[in-house]
């Protein structure tokens, strides 16, 4: 599960889904929705690894709803090097209740592995939450250093 919000009615639920296998790999983000949270309805894929910087996959994310109630999706792309950075995405239409398209911020990625992180292991963003003076976002994102696991709170 990925990025699960409520919006105008509706709860969503995004997933990681391969369409092509039953295996891991060519990894898309699914897109479902309810109103009850029993019965679902699946729509088209939210986002497919279509960029240089998703190209081998659209992985984990979350989802934030910013003061101003915009949504933004940060998500995990694997790059055509194999190289894992984090990226943006948001609805086309915010009016649009089943949000049933996602526009890729243009300048993504916005963030890649810092110094001494290992290219393969910068993933799994959390939902952004403000710090206490409300001026800067925070986020902790999943990453590894000599094959000892470490969280890397930007």
Known sequence: ??????????????????????????????????????????????????????????????????????????????????????????PADLSDPLLLKWVKYPNNPVMVPPPGIGHKDFRDPTTAWLSPDGDKWRITIGSKINKNRYFTCL
């Open 1 to 90: 599960m990925t990025g699960p919000l409520f919006h105008k009615g509706w709860y969503h639920l995004f997933y990681q889904y391969n369409q092509e296998s039953a295996v891991w790999g060519n990894i898309t983000w699914g897109h479902a929705v309810s109103r009850d949270l029993i019965h679902w309805l699946h729509l088209p894929y939210a986002m497919v690894p279509d960029q240089w910087y998703d190209v081998n996959g659209v992985w984990t994310g979350s989802a934030t709803i910013l003061p101003d109630g915009r949504i933004m999706m940060l998500y995990t792309g694997d790059t055509h090097d194999v190289v894992q950075v984090q990226c943006l995405a948001y």
